[in-house]
């Protein structure tokens, strides 16, 4: 399913029904400039730093043809997409755009100082997902990949098995199996690796430091950094999907309208009016 939520470091971005996207919070470098996109099919939000008050971000969109735009932070290339065609999934990390292409193989473009873009040799992946400096896939066998930075084990995901879709933070990795468990490793300095009691989980979304999950039955589970309160989305109800930025969550409900929780310092939070279901 594209991802019609994203969530930076510093600010929200949703595609809507009609194609065209909208964001809120920190738009400084660029990255809420998406007034102008028309014909998206998802939406992808970079930067889950775990400052979350400072740096800059970019965004990315994914059209129906399979072409991809970006704006915002460009320092390290990130925006580089505008060659890219046959994409069928879009991802954002720190500084790092990922592409997966509809033979199942995979694009990169940006920082590449902690291996984060070595990502062409994969291939049969249907899902991917950039972290600060890692990035990570599901294969359609239902193993994972990863390339880049691995020093608290974020990237120690070769023996997972059974997954149907993966979400990168800053230095966690969160897994989703196709029985509706959950699987994490990395940094767990927060809790935002304690998952291994939920079930029934149908999407993941992984922060900064703190991990997101939206069960079956339309209500969202949250562990980890909770200094923002992003964590505080229990009494939700009705959500059809979820976002995870670096100190807020977002969710979508079953009527269009979007909800949040956590950081609102740039104003990422202020969400209240959107309606995605709108043509």
């Known amino acids: 399913m594209p991802a019609v939520l994203a969530a930076g470091r510093r600010h929200s971005v949703a595609c809507r029904a ?8 920190d738009g400084r470098a660029g990255e809420c400039d998406v007034v102008d996109w028309s014909g ?3 939406v992808a939000a970079g930067n ?11 965004t990315v969109g994914l059209r129906v043809d399979g072409t991809v735009v970006a704006t915002g932070w460009d320092s390290d ?3 580089n997409v505008s060659r890219w065609s ?3 999934a879009v991802a954002a990390g720190w500084r790092t755009t990922l592409g997966l292409l509809a033979d199942g193989t995979t694009v990169s473009t940006g920082r590449t100082a902690e291996g984060q873009c070595e990502v062409r040799a994969w291939t049969g992946v249907v899902s991917i997902a950039g972290g600060d400096w890692h990035s990570v896939a599901v294969r359609s066998d239902g193993t994972a990949l990863a390339a880049g930075n691995n020093q608290r084990g974020q990237c120690s995901i070769g023996g997972w098995r059974n997954l149907v879709g993966i979400s990168a933070g800053y230095l966690h990795t969160a897994g989703l199996r196709g029985d509706g468990t959950v699987a994490a490793t990395g940094d767990n300095s927060w809790g ?4 291994d009691q939920w079930s029934c989980v149908t999407e993941i979304a992984a922060g900064s430091v703190h991990t997101v999950a939206l069960g079956e039955d339309g209500r969202v589970h949250a562990v980890g950094d909770n200094r923002f309160r992003q964590c505080e989305v229990q009494a939700w109800t009705g959500v ?3 976002a995870a930025g670096s100190a807020h969550t977002l969710g979508l409900l079953a009527d269009g309208t979007v909800v949040s929780a956590g950081s ?3 104003q990422q939070c202020d969400v209240g009016t959107w309606q995605l279901h709108r043509r």
């Open 40 to 42: 998206l099919i998802a």
């Open 86 to 88: 046959e994409i069928v």
């Open 18 to 25: 009609d194609g065209t996207a909208i964001a809120a919070g």
């Open 264 to 266: 609102n310092d740039n």
């Open 48 to 58: 889950v730093h775990s400052a979350p008050n400072t740096g800059r971000s970019h």
């Open 77 to 79: 290339g990130q925006g």
């Open 240 to 242: 059809t999907a979820i």
């Open 192 to 195: 935002q690796c304690d998952v």
